[in-house]
Each structure stands twice: as C-alpha cells, then as structure tokens.
C-alpha cells in the first residue's frame, strides 16, 4: 500500500539548515510527484514545494530563496532543505504524494526552532 | 498567489447539513479539492477536483462549484465529522485556505 514517511530532527537552532527525508512505499517517485506541506500548530497548511515525477522541481514564492528539495530515485527517497531557520519555521512538516491533490500524507514530523 | 477564504468556524447540530463554502481570489476552474483534519493527524483527502468523492469516502460528504466559490456539504452530520476542514487549490500551483473548524452542538 502507499506510504510515506518523515524523518528528521525535532529541534533545530535559529539561523541554522533543516533537512528532512520522506521514503516512500506503494508507487515510484518517477511516476507520481511528491510535495512538502508544512503547518504551524493551529494555522493552515502551508505548500512549500515539490518534486516532481520527472526530476524537476517547484517552490512557493515566499520560501523559494531558503529551500532546496531532491531525490534519490534508488533508495525511494525525497529530500527538503531549507536554510535560515527562523522561530516562525516551528510546525509539523508533511511530505504528501502530489496529484495537484494530496491523496496520501505522510504522519509529520514536528519541528521546533529554537535555541 | 491564489488565496482561499473560509468562515473560521461552524457550529451544528448531528443529524443536520452543513454547507463549508471556500472562495478563490482568482478563478481555479475546478481544481478545488477538500480535506479533513481531526487534531494530531495528518489531513485527509475528501473531495478532489471540486466535485469527486476521494476513496474510502462516505457519501455523505460532496462536493461542489467551479470558478471561484466551492462548496463542501455534509449530509447528514455526525459527531465523527468534528475537525477542521481545509479547502486547497492547484489551478495556480498550491494554496491552502485557513480551515473551517466544526463543532457539534
């Protein structure tokens, strides 16, 4: 069946990179897409980017400059990195099969900035 | 940015029908889908492509709009469908709403 599944710190310091990894089970990343949705405790969702089927990838406007997302196509793998942390960065972050719906999701990974 | 409007709560009695309206900044023809969050879970899909009833699904959730205002229907309500509901769009890549949290009375 489809699955996916964050990894990654909890804590990371102000100023500093988070890097999570989402592995994937139940279909290939060259055939599906695969986004990052992250979600501040009580807000919305919020879309940060994507990896597509094909290699390529997109990113939202406002976290373009910070975020850099890849694959390993071979270990069934999606990666985020997203530099500058700030405390406003804290929430749970989702990776999500992309259909231009999120039909499968991840169970998140919560994220704490601080120092 | 495509930006979504929702009504931030909603209060209902079980056995009722519930209408959760999200409206688009810009048109996103029908490329409006619907998730339900129960608190400390992921989303989960309800309703792709404005109208279309996700897998697993029961019927009485639906979907419905095009353009810029969609609407998702709960008919009847039971107390299972406590959560926030979140509307998202993919016409112009992928915006979120800010959720509709409902309640049952």
């Known amino acids: 069946q489809v699955q996916l599944k964050e990894s990654g710190p909890g804590l990371v310091q102000p100023s500093e990179t988070l890097s999570l990894t989402c592995t994937v089970s139940?279909?290939?990343?060259?055939?599906?897409?695969v986004s990052w949705v992250r979600q501040p405790s009580g807000k919305g969702p919020e879309w940060m980017g994507r990896?597509?089927?094909?290699?390529?990838?997109a990113y939202n406007s406002a976290l373009k400059s910070r975020l850099s997302i890849s694959r390993d196509t071979s270990k069934n793998q999606v990666f985020l990195k997203m530099n500058s942390l700030q405390t406003d960065d804290t929430g749970t972050y989702y990776c999500t099969r992309d259909r231009r719906y999120f039909d499968y999701w991840g169970q998140g990974v919560m994220v704490t900035v601080s120092s | 940015d495509t930006v979504l409007t929702q009504s931030p709560a909603l209060a209902v009695s079980p056995g009722e029908r519930v209408s959760i309206s999200c409206r688009a900044s810009?048109?996103?023809?029908?490329?409006m889908h619907w998730y339900q969050q129960k608190p400390g879970q992921q989303p989960k899909l309800l309703i792709y492509k404005a109208s279309n009833l996700a897998s697993g699904v029961p019927a009485r959730f639906s979907g419905s709009g095009s353009g810029t205002d969609f609407t998702l229907t709960i008919d009847p309500v039971e107390a299972d469908d406590t959560a926030t509901y979140f509307c998202?769009?993919?016409?112009?890549?992928?915006?979120f709403g800010g959720g509709t949290k409902l309640e049952l009375k």
């Open positions: 810009e048109g996103v023809n029908s490329y």
């Open positions: 990896m597509w089927y094909d290699g390529d990838t």
């Open positions: 139940g279909f290939s990343l060259t055939s599906y897409s």
């Open positions: 998202q769009q993919s016409w112009n890549d992928r915006t």
